[in-house]
């Protein structure tokens, strides 16, 4: 079983910062791609960004130069550093992987952490 638990959400000011954080643990081979996406009530989920096990990175538009994904592959733990936080983007925050485990490579979900920023 694999599992994928995320901490940090919260509440902060606008133009203030949160670190999300998201550790994969259980029967993994080895984790390809991680990242962070999020969702509005009744909106698709949208990526954020992602980073690659080599450390490539990628990141939506409206959060280039503010956030920053990076990982540590010794603790199976991928991070979001959210700086100049905006009311826009308050909202549930899920963390993926994509994970080689025994039977193939799937991806999983963690549950989702809360993000308000208050304005």
């Known amino acids: 079983q694999v599992q994928l638990v995320e901490s940090g959400g919260g509440l902060v000011q606008a133009g203030g910062s949160l670190r999300l954080s998201c550790v994969a643990s259980?029967?993994?081979?080895?984790?390809?791609?991680m990242g962070w996406y999020r969702q509005d009530p009744g909106k698709q989920r949208e990526l954020v960004a992602v980073?690659?096990?080599?450390?490539?990175?990628n990141y939506a538009d409206s959060v280039k130069g503010r956030f920053t994904i990076s990982r540590d592959n010794a603790k199976n733990t991928v991070y979001l550093q959210m700086n100049s936080l905006k009311a826009e983007d308050t909202t549930v925050y899920y963390c993926?992987?994509?994970?080689?485990?025994?039977?193939?490579?799937?991806?999983?979900w963690g549950q989702g952490t809360q993000v308000t920023i208050s304005s």
């Open positions: 993926y992987a994509r994970i080689r485990r025994e039977g193939g490579e799937f991806r999983y």
């Open positions: 259980g029967s993994i081979f080895s984790i390809n791609a």
């Open positions: 980073i690659t096990s080599g450390g490539s990175t």
